[in-house]
């Protein structure tokens, strides 16, 4: 029996609608997993400036890979760290907070996929926020860096320090670079270097980075 064309329409409708709930899903947890570790990262970073957590340790972890266009061309340098609960991968390294992009998130040691889900993370090797070189800050191109492409020159990255201290920077420059482009970790003056995948937004890795650099005043 032939259904008639509105309820024939309406039967289309409604399996578009499953068929793109569906094909959202996989965002959809992506985005409000990283949510929900991001406010537990934030409960134990307000503990942490509340005097709550015992003393960093300054050793090396090992949870981290470089990401692609990234080299090291230094010793890597001891980092202040502080030890969070055991089901995070990594310590907690900082606050990052960027009004222009309504940003302000916990970030952690390492770059590994596994880390990144949870948040921004510090590339192991390059220097921490404030200390003489760069600091590279990584993240992802769909959840927290996904605006990174509308900082302009003269805009201010706030980055608090376990210790409780807030260094400023002031965006530079941006630019694409591909899997062949070195960013320099030994610079002359403090610098801060934030990256993700680009183009933004592609829900893939790609052999390109978009980076931002900006200087500590």
């Excluded at 055991?86 to 606050?95: E, K, Q, T």
């Excluded at 960027?98 to 949870?118: C, V």
């Amino acid at each position: 029996m032939k259904l008639p064309a509105r309820q024939h329409s309406r039967l289309i409708g409604l399996f578009g609608l499953i068929l793109g709930l569906a094909l959202m899903l996989p965002l959809i947890v992506h985005i409000a997993t990283f949510r929900w570790e991001q406010y537990h990262l934030r409960q134990a970073w307000q503990q942490m400036q509340a005097g709550g957590v015992s003393t960093p340790s300054t050793s090396p972890t090992s949870v981290s890979t470089q990401p692609t266009s990234i080299v090291s061309t230094g010793p890597q340098k001891p980092n202040p760290r502080i030890p969070v609960p055991i089901s995070y991968p990594a310590p907690i390294l900082g606050n990052i907070s960027i009004p222009r992009m309504g940003l302000d998130d916990i970030f952690l040691e390492g770059t590994s996929l596994n880390i990144l889900r949870y948040g921004p993370g510090h590339l192991q090797g390059s220097a921490y926020p404030g200390q003489p070189g760069n600091a590279v800050i990584v993240a992802h191109d769909d959840l927290d860096f996904h605006t990174l492409g509308t900082l302009k020159t003269g805009d201010l990255v706030y980055v608090t320090t376990t210790k409780g201290k807030t260094l400023t920077f002031r965006v530079e420059n941006a630019r694409v670079i591909g899997p062949k482009d070195v960013i320099a970790l030994n610079t002359p003056v403090p610098t801060l270097t934030l990256s993700t995948c680009y183009p933004f937004n592609a829900y893939k890795d790609t052999p390109y980075r978009y980076i931002v650099t900006t200087r500590l005043i």
